[in-house]
């Protein structure tokens, strides 16, 4: 089973609504990250949140954690065209293991 | 662009062929990683090296071989690979552990 799981799998909404994704993860875990990823591209890190914060913002980006849910959930406010892409979160559960999920596809349309 | 380059994006290869994938990072980090992505799966780490010394290897096929000879280039050696290994495989570097990672654009590999 996946350390990170993200909930939905696909998600389309209208330019200027919220978008919200989950993430669940299943061990204790260092922080957790999330990344974005245009299609067959890198990723690219947006934010990245530690075990002992429960909320970070950054610009349009609002993080959660509930270490005792074992959640994760990046909202995305006011969505742009350009905000389409794939999300995933990443946790780290020491070290240099960063285990991701399978992300959630993001499609806002214009 | 994000400091993190990978050669080549693109690589078509047979099953008997032997290549090699490089990256480099101009970030200054200690930590260098390569992941698998395959089509709806999850990212897949399959290497870590911590100044130069491997400190991860994820039950990785022998047929994939990394070598990291400085903190700056790493490279994935691949040889008689299967068509099931055809992905997108990305390279990552970050400063220490815990840390985020800053990603290269990949290198889309086809094994025919």
């Known amino acids: 089973s996946q350390q990170g799981e993200e909930d939905p799998q696909a998600l389309s909404i209208q330019e200027g609504e919220n978008a919200t994704m989950n993430c669940s993860y299943k061990?204790?875990?260092?922080?957790l990250q999330w990344y974005r990823q245009n299609s067959g591209r890198g990723l690219v890190h947006l934010i990245l949140?530690?075990?002992?914060?429960r909320e970070k913002h950054s610009g349009r980006l609002r993080v959660t954690l509930d270490t005792s849910k074992k959640s994760s959930s990046l909202l995305i406010t006011a969505s742009r065209a350009a905000d389409t892409a794939s999300y995933f979160c990443?946790?780290?559960?020491?070290?240099?293991?960063?285990?991701f999920g399978a992300g959630t596809r993001l499609f806002v349309k214009a | 662009e994000t400091g993190v380059t990978q050669t080549p994006r693109h690589l078509v290869m047979g099953m008997t062929n032997k290549k090699s994938l490089k990256c480099e990072q101009h970030?200054?980090?200690?930590?260098m990683y390569w992941y698998k992505q395959s089509a709806k799966k999850p990212l897949e780490l399959m290497f870590v090296?911590?100044?130069?010394?491997?400190?991860e290897n994820n039950s990785v096929p022998s047929r994939f071989s990394p070598e990291c000879p400085n903190s700056s280039h790493l490279f994935l050696h691949l040889h008689t690979l299967q068509p099931e290994d055809s992905a997108l495989y990305l390279c990552?570097?970050?400063?220490?552990?815990?840390?985020?990672?800053?990603f290269g654009p990949g290198t889309r590999l086809t094994v025919l």
């Open positions: 990552a570097s970050g400063e220490g552990s815990y840390n985020e990672q800053f």
């Open positions: 061990t204790s875990i260092n922080n």
């Open positions: 949140i530690r075990s002992n914060e």
């Open positions: 990443a946790s780290n559960t020491g070290g240099f293991k960063t285990i």
């Open positions: 970030l200054g980090h200690n930590a």
């Open positions: 090296y911590n100044f130069k010394e491997q400190t």
